[in-house]
């Protein structure tokens, strides 16, 4: 983990603060996922765990993960094939 990882804000942090959740919808997602643990139901992630009980869209889950996570851009990308000499 690299020190920029280890401050960065986790998906529900962002969501409340976002006002996307409120801090009973969060507290309900993160014991339903911690249950489902318990249950051997697997390991969701928090982000689909909110969506799942509809207190997100998939699409607002997106726009966070981009947020904490902005996807990286490769300078050669969209310059095409480069021609032949």
């Known amino acids: 983990m690299t020190d920029s990882d280890r401050y960065r804000k986790?998906?529900?942090e962002l969501a409340l603060e976002r006002g996307l959740v409120d801090a009973g919808q969060l507290y309900e997602a993160l014991?339903?996922?911690?249950?489902?643990?318990?249950?051997?139901?697997?390991d969701?992630?928090?982000g689909q765990v909110l969506v799942?009980?509809?207190f997100m869209t998939a699409d607002q889950l997106q726009d966070?993960?981009?947020e904490l996570y902005p996807p990286?851009?490769?300078p050669e990308e969209g310059k095409?094939?480069?021609e032949e000499q």
Do not use: C, D, F, W
């Open 52 to 54: 799942e009980l509809g």
């Open 10 to 12: 986790m998906i529900g």
């Open 31 to 42: 014991t339903y996922q911690a249950r489902s643990r318990v249950e051997g139901k697997g």
């Open 64 to 66: 966070l993960v981009e």
């Open 44 to 46: 969701k992630l928090l």
């Open 72 to 74: 990286h851009q490769n």
């Open 80 to 82: 095409g094939v480069p």
